[in-house]
């Protein structure tokens, strides 16, 4: 049986969303609203969608499985409220919201039925991610000890962009906390340093350009992320899971295999793939395929609202210990 | 506007086509065809398609804008011809006949309307042979003077495929060959030798189960081509394109770029992708796409029919040099 | 013109010394001072020296052009002291000593002689290390942003060593802290956590056992180093240079280019080298023969003796941050 | 006790055996004889050797326990014929000689005594096909099938050295072919192809600048040589081994492990190791090792006096088949 789904979100995302959802054998993308009704109508005809102004137009229709939420961040709470209190699963992206006194009111709010939210952490479907995990997870490197996971943007997003994106360990360094959490679930300490070494924009907003996190996971293990938001070669995403029988690592990909090698140099690559649309199109696509299995089995999503609420604390930690130059202790986080 | 598009043969090859048809956003699969009419009805829900199982319920349409071959071996001269004087583009999947006067026959009946006819030699589009290609055209490694293409499958076929499959050189090499001339388009000379070191039933068969051929370009470059029809390891399907200023080399794909560490041993990366569905998928999809392309623009297609007659001349001539140890010369190919 | 040379300590390292002395065409290995007498003969009869108990058998002497200090770190200062009194140049094994007290106060006696003595950072000699230092030098990368060090020691030392050790961070950190000022030489701030999670014998000294240290640079440089005293997997010895138009990285060595590929697993190769005598093995014969060179130019030795003091302070800031959980600020340091 | 050794020859490679015999615990470099008395001179007191002018003033020596002969190809016989004569050992240079006659009746002369001479095949002692060698004689990857060896010289000698090399089968292949015996020691045919597409001074000399060549074992593993008389990016040495269960192979080595990424390209190594001196330095020195301890414990020497006259042969053979365009049975090979 299909699946119906709405999307909420016309730009970028939206375009990945809708493109996967018209692909995935068993999903039919009926509707997608966006205020900006013509980048609404453009995506729908591409799909076969149809296309609304308002998120009204798809919560008074009785034929929805679920939503996938890809609308500007302010509308997300808004949105999951709706959908859980109409019965009908979401899929949010990150972050739930820039303030967590608003996730948490969200969450009093849905209560139990939280469970039928699952958030947009993209990267846990990266086939090398996932693959590390789960093998990790069998004890193939015996106990984890240490996780090292290096992130790096192509190039920092537009200052309209960044005055509203909460700063980078809320925008940016957020993915990376989440997938810290993927390994080691329990973070009892954050540690983090941020540093302004090219960008004067980022300088005058008074955020980072530059920063890097320790987490303290509760069996002693040590997350080190390091973050930049440019990167001259492209979109550096690496990690490696070190544990006591072995080491995991995951590189970065090239579209080709090929390798030149000439006077100057060996082995040359091919750049990088450069942003996350590209570098995470098969994690946008497993991400949709396990809402779908989720809506069907009905047991539930993963990652979880609870995960995006966690995510955002450890956030909230990296800002203030970068802030004061303290350890932040996280042992009285309760979600 | 869309291309409507029929297909012949539901098999591997078929449920491939199938699918990449499906997925194109500007082609349309109508109507698949085979004798077989259980396993075409099958493959036409799944993509929406009407199932036939006569070539007759294909021809008598009017609505067809092109044809995929992709039924066994034995039907494609009659298809290609039907095709070719209803005047349907056709895409025909290797080899067009393991008998050489039965396709010179054709050809002559087709005349100057092969060029309406696209050959399935898949791996000039694989992306990192594709790559490499146009690199080396563009100068990049100055003159191109020796190419490796070492190519192995992972195992035999079963033994009545075997009988049917026109040898080691018609059935595997010839897509190797093809590959020679996708980077040296004149051979003249080939050498070849075979041999048996671990299938009794290809030796029975009178067959050999890995051969090594030599061939010589017009300009002298000299293409070395290693095949195996067994690799312990998967579908071993590597290239290097050795010019005057520079060396391209196109390595196997692993599906995730995992590494493991550990007290045995480093670098430990997944099995490299197993066989030619999941290796050449990308290079389906775009095969397919210049099809289509080539439909549209009228500009004939690439790989020609006579491609595919020369791939399998050129095989033939690998079988008689190895069966008399002396080198073939190819001066009197005229096609 | 031969340069004569004394070496103190017959140990582990000594041995290490006295055979790069003996290889080196322009140094002579005069005499071995060890008051393990046995061991200094046995060594100086592979090397053809002199070998003696007391170091006063060696400053009585007047014809040593330099000395290489490799025998307990409680020695260090002493004969430092004495080298530098009688103004011969000394290449003195890290660290100065444990306790910066002692540090500085030789320091004080030896006043502006300091010049004459050269530290053993032998990483800073590693021919990948040394080469990506020069190439950010000269500004190939462009301004340097980001530094990461992985450095793993393959096990735990014996408890009796490790309990004189000074702990992890005077006594393993400090090759990454050296390794940090040799790319970032103005060190403003220190962060650091460290964990227990593998060895009970080094939590029972109140020690730990895996560390990550954030460094901070005067131009807003983020440096990263990740340790641990174990690593199943060999030596773990990495760094990663990240520039604004580029990044330059150094990976693991593996005694032979051999990569296997089998059903299981692609690309294996060879475990790498174990430990630093192997690893580091051109590094310390490049470090004899910068200190050969300085003696002869007079041109003073790098790494200095500053740098040996400030590393030690940086270990000692480490281990304060990582007690404290706070940021500690160098501003103060002035050597 | 320390072997006394006697270098004939002062040139390039002879400088390279003088440093290893210096270098060597166990061996003494008594006296290095060449006409060019001045070469002599300088290397013999480099070395701390004396130095002659003609090979008279080492056989009338009674000290000399083995020999090594680097002097030009016309000298080899002998100089190899009056060290057996006198039963002194000989490490000798590759080839004996140019003319497999000369060959054949230097053999016939020295009759069993054949066995105290050992060839300078020194890629035999390279740690990586070293490693390989030894891995497939363990039944590592199962049975031998198939080998394929990729070997390019930076670039060509010049047009003198070239007159008088005897053509790129016995100057430079036949290193190559030497390699294949290692692994397969029984070739029963050989098949070869030259080709002209660089060099007008070698075509000019009827010599080749560019074969491929293949070897066919006893139990019909194939062999396949690719070369090539100039190489863009180095010395291009690589090497895989295919066996039943699995695939061995040795990449080109850089001097470090640096990597470069950046907005081009990433991966980028340095250039490989531009020639044998560099290239093969550790083989060298495992060579001279195994030259002693062969003497020592006169168990004989590998490779032999007999590889050295295979390895001829089958560069004639090559030589034939490239000119005849027909595969030669070497059947009748009996050394």
Chains 1, 2, 3, 4 share one sequence.
Do not use: W
């Not at 995990?133 to 962009?161: C, F, H, K």
Request: charged letters at 20%; proline letters at 4%; hydrophobic letters at 40%.
């Amino acid at each position: 049986m299909t699946l119906r789904i709405a999307l909420f979100g016309a730009g970028r995302i939206g375009h990945v969303h809708a493109a996967n959802i018209a692909a995935h054998p068993d999903l039919e993308l009926v509707v997608i609203a966006d205020p900006f009704i013509d980048g609404a109508r453009t995506l729908a005809e591409e799909t076969g969608a149809e296309a609304v102004a308002s998120p009204d137009e798809v919560f008074s229709r009785d034929d929805i499985d679920g939503v996938v939420i890809g609308s500007p961040t302010p509308t997300h709470v808004d949105l999951i409220t709706r959908a859980v209190e109409k019965g009908i699963p979401a899929l949010c992206e990150k972050p739930i919201d820039l303030d967590i006194e608003t996730v948490r009111a969200c969450k009093e709010q849905i209560g139990n039925k939280a469970n039928t939210v699952m958030l947009g952490f993209n990267r846990r479907f990266d086939p090398s991610f996932a693959a590390i995990n789960q093998r990790v997870a069998t004890g193939e490197i015996g106990n984890l000890e240490q996780l090292v996971i290096i992130s790096r943007d192509p190039a920092p997003a537009p200052r309209g962009y960044l005055e509203g994106s909460g700063g980078i360990f809320r925008d940016m360094s957020i993915h990376d906390l989440d997938m810290a959490r993927y390994f080691v679930p329990n973070i009892v300490e954050v540690t983090a340093s941020g540093s302004n070494v090219f960008s004067q924009d980022i300088e005058d907003l008074g955020d980072y350009d530059s920063v890097v996190i320790t987490l303290r996971g509760d069996r002693g293990e040590l997350v080190n992320i390091v973050n930049s938001r440019h990167c001259s070669y492209g979109y550096d995403q690496r990690l490696e899971a070190f544990g006591s029988e072995g080491m995991l690592e995951a590189a970065n990909i090239t579209p080709t295999t090929v390798r030149k090698h000439s006077a100057d140099s060996t082995n040359q690559a091919n750049p990088i793939m450069n942003f996350f649309l590209e570098r995470y199109s098969a994690a946008y696509q497993a991400e949709l395929a396990a809402f779908a299995e989720g809506i069907r089995s009905g047991a539930g999503f993963s990652p979880s609202f609870d995960d995006g609420v966690i995510a955002l604390e450890l956030a909230n930690a990296c800002l203030e210990s970068a802030q004061t130059g303290r350890t932040i202790s996280l042992s009285t986080i309760t979600v």
